[in-house]
């Protein structure tokens, strides 16, 4: 949340569950926006698995992060956290930076 431009972020469950929000939106906008996350990646993780198989190359699937972006904001996710920010003031390198660190904290901490 301290990267210029976030609104907000959350974390969310493989099933699309809101688990935590933090920033300017509202609990429902929260959840929805966990279910468009899950949903985004679902998505993702059945094309990169049938470009794996279909061009018989590895490294496309599972997918690990991603942006949505339309209007003024964007979505970026990477494993079950998601960050929206002002499209105009987003970093995506430094946005995806961050991610991955949390997510290999978070990895370190509860799944090692």
């Known amino acids: 949340m301290q990267l210029p431009g976030?609104?907000?972020?959350?974390?969310?469950?493989?099933d699309g569950k809101l688990l935590a929000y933090y920033?300017?939106?509202t609990e429902k906008a929260a959840e929805i926006a966990a279910l468009m996350a899950t949903a985004n990646k679902t998505t993702g993780n059945v094309q990169?698995?049938?470009w794996s198989a279909y061009t018989d190359k590895e490294g496309f699937w599972p997918v690990l992060g991603f942006a949505v972006a339309d209007g003024k904001y964007v979505a970026c996710i990477m494993g079950n956290t998601g960050v929206f920010f002002e499209l105009d003031k987003a970093d995506f390198d430094k946005i995806f930076?961050?991610?991955s660190k949390n997510m290999a904290a978070f990895k370190k901490a509860f799944i090692s």
């Open 48 to 50: 990169a698995k049938g």
């Open 97 to 99: 930076e961050v991610l």
């Open 23 to 25: 920033g300017d939106i």
């Open 6 to 14: 976030a609104v907000a972020a959350g974390e969310f469950s493989d």
